[in-house]
């Protein structure tokens, strides 16, 4: 099973920037789809961005526009840079992982990182 740290969270203003990092511990890295996933106070978990081992990337059209996904396999790192950021951006965000190719559910990503807690302030 892939473990995942993420790291980059914190507080920002309205139309600030942040970006998410996340390690991962597998020599198969490049194989694996990655999704960034968010999770708002009293929601569900929403995904954000996907990227496949080919580098495709998809993103919620929530943050279209504004995020940019991808992915370092030489590091064994996943990335997420959020610019222009909204207070409905606050969440605790997740990188998660799947073997193979990259769906729009998130039950089928099995492994999960602990999270990083994002809050934008107005």
């Known amino acids: 099973q892939m473990q995942l740290v993420e790291s980059g969270g914190g507080s920002v203003q309205a139309g600030g920037s942040l970006r998410l990092s996340c390690a991962a511990s597998?020599?198969?890295?490049?194989?694996?789809?990655l999704d960034w996933v968010r999770q708002a106070p009293g929601k569900e978990r929403e995904g954000v961005a996907h990227i496949d081992s080919g580098g495709s990337t998809e993103f919620a059209d929530s943050v279209r526009g504004r995020f940019t996904i991808s992915r370092d396999n030489a590091k064994m790192t996943l990335y997420l840079q959020m610019n222009s950021l909204r207070p409905e951006d606050t969440a605790m965000y997740y990188c998660?992982?799947?073997?193979?190719?990259?769906?729009?559910?998130?039950?089928?990503?099995?492994?999960w990182g602990q999270g990083t807690q994002v809050t934008v302030s107005s």
């Open positions: 597998v020599y198969t890295f490049s194989a694996y789809c």
């Open positions: 998660a992982a799947r073997w193979g190719r990259c769906t729009y559910l998130i039950t089928d990503y099995t492994d």
